[in-house]
């Protein structure tokens, strides 16, 4: 068949749609060709953390390091508002039986140095990614192209994948193991953009000067300051630039953030903090949204700690925390209403969700239950009542340190144990002890969606080996199933055999779900044609000033 980058639409579940309203400041089609009028030379001022890591696409996995990247970079296609696919280097992705693609580029794009962008660009770039001996964190997204197992082995003696071939400049071929329908969806995530043959020089020193693509460019970035983003002339695609450029500021709190909106010091916030939540909406009108997006919240146990690793013990442990958290009343007290308790591992906005799997029952607050599930782990290895159970969470998000000491209110009250909550100074520092896996205790955790799909989810958090897998989960059953969806042609049965897939999840609990994520953000009076896009992130590229 004949991709055309419209399939898979996204659907909001009635649940959402009746519990959380929006507020916009433009329509999708205005946003989507670069909003309807305004002051295109203003550069806007926007909130972030500091990325964890140097701007090379297949080693940027978080928020703060996702943002930029998705401005300064540019794919084969893109997503728009609705999370539909859009062609922007790719001319044609063909394929006949959804296991061999032909990848034709669009003629004449090129990186901000001006060097052509081809076909070597997105080939090379994809092998390093997947390559051992770079330990990049995407590096699993490459994991269905064939000869994957054999460049990303710790004694690789190939660096090239054999499923990926150049043709000519403008073409090249990928050959993946098996049949994966929605392999074409996924291309528009960091993973699998290009780079210019000058990163692969020093990837390191490249990851903090990016040569790139996108509708803008890395001008300046001034560490735990800011990222200052200025306007790519070059760019030729659908997200063209509707301003002068994009100032990220690195805020350690987002009541500092708020404050600034409500100043007019920063233009446009993504998070409202917990203590601003009742009244925002009333503070900035129409310049206030609250909606549904691709994304959970959720509670990490590593399975490397004591008690906690996969087995009889461990999984009791889990359900029992689990059982513990009364969801709806955090989100009643900490959120005021604005989030909903989760049903299962992914996101109700994404095609094919369910909220009807067998095991859900474990999300469910239980008190009785959750202290009988203690004692039947304590029977088989005794809980020392000296002993601690750590939520660690980041102080630079908004509500975590309100929802983390909820949570571990609750455990405490309930299981009678030790549970505290741990902060982390930054974002950042969080995710380097989770990397390094030296976690000591849990950690609060969850997804925003690089693109449209159920698997997405599961793969990428919870597959043996993934670069999110956090808690080192490891199950073949699970595996097996992922594998079995991605191979189904029919993206209903697909979605059937990934949701099954998570009846494994809830008798494991890899991560503990606690809800479903809604954009809860403002912006100054000093801008128009705000809008946020499937995922929660704001479209900046669409943003004018007044």
Known sequence: MRYSHASKALVLSAALALTLTACGGGSSEESAEGGSGGDATKVITANTTEPQNGL??????????????????????????????????????????????????????????????????????????????????????????KGYAEVSAKD????????????????????????????????????????????????????QAPISNGPYKLAEWNHDVNLKLEVNESYEGPRKAANGGVDFKVYQSTESAYQDIISGNLDVLDQIPPSALANYQDELGERSINAPYAGNATITISGYLDHFKQGEEGNLRRAAISRSIDRQQIIDKVYFGGKVKAEEFTAPVLEGYSADIPGAEVLDFDAAEAKKLWDEANAIEAWDDSEEFSIGYNVD??????????????????????????????????????????????????????????????????????????????????????????????????????????EILFKDLPAIPLWYQAVQGGWSENVSNVEFGWNGVPIYNAITGK
């Open 156 to 207: 690789a003696k190939t660096e090239e994948m054999e499923g990926l071939k150049v043709v000519d400049d403008n073409t090249f071929t990928v050959e993946l193991s098996q049949p994966e329908s929605d392999f074409p969806l996924r291309l528009g995530y960091t993973a699998f953009m290009p780079l210019p043959e000058a990163a692969f020089e020093d990837p390191q020193a490249y990851g």
């Open 56 to 145: 090379l696409p297949a080693n940027t996995n978080e928020v703060g390091g996702g943002r930029v990247m998705d401005l300064i970079f540019t794919g084969l296609v893109s997503y728009d508002a609705k999370g539909k696919p859009v062609n922007e280097i790719a001319e044609s992705i063909e394929t006949e039986d959804s296991q061999n693609y032909t990848i034709k580029l669009a003629p004449g794009h090129t990186f901000s140095d001006g060097s052509p962008v081809t076909a070597a660009s997105f080939v090379d770039a994809w092998n390093f990614g997947a390559a051992a001996k770079n330990a990049q964190l995407n590096s699993y997204f490459f994991e269905s192209i």
């Open 397 to 502: 998000g908004a509500g975590n340190k309100e929802f983390v000491e909820a949570v571990a209110n609750q455990v405490k009250n309930t299981l009678g144990i030790n549970a505290v909550a741990k902060p982390y100074t930054s974002f950042k520092a969080l995710r380097e002890d989770v990397g390094k896996k030296t976690m000591t205790g849990a950690h609060r955790s969850g997804w925003q969606a690089d693109y449209p799909s159920l698997y997405n989810f599961l793969g990428a958090l919870y597959g043996t080996g993934a670069g999110s897998n956090d808690g080192d989960y490891s199950n073949k059953e699970f595996d097996d199933k992922l594998k079995d969806g991605l191979a189904a042609t029919d993206p209903a049965e697909g979605a059937k055999i990934f949701n099954e897939s998570q």
